[in-house]
């Protein structure tokens, strides 16, 4: 497809689960980013990718979050231990570099029970 | 220390009249600044930008201003249309930073 792919769009897990949310961005793109939205928030800015730099990790939230990107393309965010305040909107765009518009996927709709 | 700011959560506009939405930021280092917009269920898509060198940028219906000094920008929707409610994102970048930071966003009604 032409646009960023985030799958799944909805992930229902227990408390303590680990979950795996995963980005294809826009193909050629070389900065990858993961917000998040909580319900009645804002973006919250997690991490950033772009090209072969070492990522900007200062938004993650704990330890308890990891985000890769294999082959500058696909990206995985991972969390473990999922708490009951990592419900949100996790949200992935791209963009053709540094200091561009991004373009976003849907989005990935956690809930922790 | 929240650095893009939108003090308005919500603006209610009657269709055809002007809709201005507004966003202050506090870092001087930011020199790019973007508007998106986001529907329910949806990411946000942008819908215009404006570079700190210039002080407005128009697009159809949309127009941005930026003044530096106050470290304000706003965005004029004319006219709105009932299409245009949505949540409006402002987000600025510094060019040593590379990621976007986001306001809180400004749900919009357009009222028929």
């Known amino acids: 497809g032409a646009g960023v792919s985030q799958s799944p769009s909805n992930k229902v897990t227990e408390k303590g689960k680990d979950v795996e949310l995963r980005c294809d961005p826009i193909s050629g793109h070389t900065a990858l980013y993961w917000y998040r939205q909580s319900l009645g928030q804002g973006l919250e800015f997690l991490i950033y990718?772009?090209?072969?730099?070492?990522?900007?990790k200062s938004g993650l939230p704990s330890d308890r979050f990891s985000a890769e990107r294999t082959g500058g393309s696909v990206s995985t965010l991972t969390i473990q231990r999922t708490q009951q305040e990592d419900s949100a909107v996790y949200l992935c765009?791209?963009?053709?570099?540094?200091?561009?518009?991004?373009?976003f996927g849907s989005g990935t709709q956690l809930s922790v029970l | 220390d929240q650095q893009v700011k939108q003090n308005s959560p919500s603006l209610s506009v009657q269709e055809g009249r002007i809709s201005i939405l507004n966003c202050d930021y506090t870092n001087s280092m930011f020199d790019y600044f973007l508007w998106y917009k986001k529907y329910p269920a949806e990411g946000p898509t942008f819908l215009i930008s404006i570079s700190s060198i210039k002080d407005k940028n128009e697009d159809g219906r949309f127009t941005v201003f930026l003044n530096k000094s106050a470290k304000h920008l706003s965005l004029h929707i004319v006219p709105s249309q009932p299409g245009d409610s949505a949540v409006y994102f402002c987000?600025?970048?510094?060019?040593?930073?590379?990621?976007?930071?986001f306001g809180d966003g400004t749900t919009l009604t357009v009222k028929p």
């Open positions: 987000a600025a970048s510094a060019v040593n930073a590379g990621k976007s930071t």
């Open positions: 990718f772009q090209g072969n730099s070492a990522p900007d």
């Open positions: 765009a791209s963009s053709l570099g540094s200091n561009e518009k991004l373009f």
